[in-house]
Every structure is written in C-alpha cells, then in structure tokens.
C-alpha cells in the first residue's frame, strides 16, 4: 500500500483538478491520510505503526498535526518530523517521497539516487499531483514503487537516459577520438554507466557489455556515439531501438 499524507487544507487537490484520490479509484494500491493526532510524549510514534508496512509514504513535509477539539494545530508538525525521521529514515526503512509549496528545485537537487534511490526531496506539490496518477498505476500494474515518475513525470527513462549519458560522455571529454575506450575512464562512476544500461539493454545483463568492452576495445569515437545513438532513440521513440 501507497500511503499518502496531507492535510490538503485548502482543497488544493481540487483545484487542480485532481479527484481520484477522493474517489478511490486505487482502491487497495493507495491510501489517503489526512489528519494525525498529536501525542504528547515526544517519543511516542506507536499511532504511526500502520506506516510500518507501507510500500512508499508520500508525505506534505509541513502537514500539520490534529487535535480532535481544536483541529488543525497551526505550525505543529511533530508527525512530520516522526514519519520522517524515525518511521521512513529517509527513505532507508520505507521509499519516502516529501512534496511541499515550495518552488520547484532542479531535479539534481530532489532527487539523488546514486546517494538514495529511495528517498526523494522536496518536490513541488503542484507538480507532485500532476504526476501522482500515473506514479500509483505504474505501482498497481507493475508492483513497483519507480520514484522517478515523480521526479521526471511518466517519460521518466527519456530524462533520465539523458541524464546518465551527459555523465558518461564528461567522462571521455577529454580523450581523443581514436583513443581506445578503456574501463578505467568510468573508474568511479561504474554505477552510472550500470544504470545507463540497464535501462537501454533491460533483457542483458550490463556486465557481459562491460566485459565485453574490457576484451574488445572500441575507438572512443564510437563509444561515443553509441551512447549518443541510445540517448537520442529514448528521447524519439521513449525506448532503445539500438544494438550495442
């Protein structure tokens, strides 16, 4: 379960036109959550243990906590914080995604998934509802929680192809044209190049390509433009039509 937590105060969902929620279209996939008591005892998040098997938290990083007889307690956000730091950690317990009014960052800065793929921060509210439906049915007829949607929208492997391949090329930027491509220019950034092909060859494994290349050096030149080829074929076609 998808759990969802946001006080959603002023009906932003509404006005942006955003009902599925309300309608339960995900019924079983995602659960919407919109008011957390607050305890007393600073410790105590055994109110928050249904969060303990979630298979992803979407948290309103400023959501506010509840009081039955005062409702809404203005910049109380002690849930927040426990959901956070204790329930999710980050993203290391539970894949934590936190969104906000704030204005959008660049997508370098919420999301670093060479640090923690499971955790991303602090994406703009608006834009994380915009992109939440296609997030949850990714989950429901996948079972997988794919972060990027959220961060990147539902081309998600166009954007992030490109991403990796300008990371890549950096690294051969400097080398010439007839150089011979050896494992030693993606020293330290293996996990970059890992990603790349994995996405482009899903059906291979990207060790066999890199071993490959370890036995078979090719010319930098053509290195190169295969990893132009794959990028541009993702970003016509939204996947790779090209051999390695």
Same mark, same amino acid.
């Given at each position: 379960?998808?759990?969802?937590?946001?006080?959603?105060?002023?009906?932003?969902?509404?006005?942006?036109?955003?009902?599925?929620?309300?309608?339960?279209?995900?019924?079983?996939?995602?659960?919407?959550?919109?008011?957390?008591?607050?305890?007393?005892?600073?410790?105590?998040?055994?109110?928050?243990?249904?969060?303990?098997?979630?298979?992803?938290?979407?948290?309103?990083?400023?959501?506010?906590?509840?009081?039955?007889?005062?409702?809404?307690?203005?910049?109380?956000?002690?849930?927040?914080?426990?959901?956070?730091?204790?329930?999710?950690?980050?993203?290391?317990?539970?894949?934590?995604?936190?969104?906000?009014?704030?204005?959008?960052?660049?997508?370098?800065?919420?999301?670093?998934?060479?640090?923690?793929?499971?955790?991303?921060?602090?994406?703009?509210?608006?834009?994380?509802?915009?992109?939440?439906?296609?997030?949850?049915?990714?989950?429901?007829?996948? &079972?997988? +929680?794919?972060?990027?949607? *959220?961060? @990147? $929208? !539902? #081309?998600?492997?166009?954007?992030?192809?490109?991403?990796?391949?300008?990371?890549?090329?950096?690294?051969?930027?400097?080398?010439?044209?007839?150089?011979?491509?050896?494992?030693?220019?993606?020293?330290?950034?293996?996990?970059?190049?890992?990603?790349?092909?994995?996405?482009?060859?899903?059906?291979?494994?990207?060790?066999?390509?890199?071993?490959?290349?370890?036995?078979?050096?090719?010319?930098?030149?053509?290195?190169?433009?295969?990893? &132009?080829? +794959?990028?541009?074929?993702? *970003?016509? @076609? $939204? !996947? #790779?039509?090209?051999?390695?």
């Amino acid at each position: 379960m998808i759990y969802l937590i946001d006080d959603n105060q002023n009906n932003q969902r509404q006005s942006l036109g955003i009902y599925f929620v309300e309608e339960d279209i995900f019924n079983g996939y995602l659960t919407s959550v919109e008011k957390i008591e607050k305890r007393e005892q600073t410790n105590d998040i055994s109110h928050l243990d249904f969060l303990r098997k979630a298979k992803c938290i979407l948290l309103h990083s400023t959501i506010e906590d509840w009081d039955t007889e005062k409702g809404f307690l203005k910049g109380s956000t002690t849930n927040a914080t426990k959901i956070k730091e204790s329930i999710a950690n980050e993203g290391e317990n539970i894949p934590l995604v936190l969104f906000s009014l704030k204005e959008a960052q660049s997508d370098e800065n919420i999301y670093r998934p060479e640090k923690n793929p499971n955790f991303v921060n602090l994406i703009n509210k608006n834009l994380f509802y915009t992109r939440l439906y296609d997030f949850v049915n990714y989950y429901k007829d996948r &079972n997988i +929680i794919e972060l990027r949607i *959220l961060v @990147y $929208g !539902k #081309n998600f492997q166009a954007i992030e192809i490109k991403r990796l391949s300008e990371i890549i090329l950096e690294l051969v930027a400097l080398k010439n044209g007839d150089d011979k491509f050896a494992i030693t220019d993606i020293s330290g950034k293996q996990h970059v190049f890992k990603n790349f092909m994995e996405l482009s060859f899903p059906d291979d494994n990207w060790i066999n390509i890199l071993n490959d290349l370890e036995d078979n050096p090719m010319a930098i030149s053509e290195f190169r433009n295969k990893i &132009n080829l +794959i990028t541009e074929s993702f *970003l016509k @076609y $939204g !996947k #790779n039509i090209c051999s390695w």
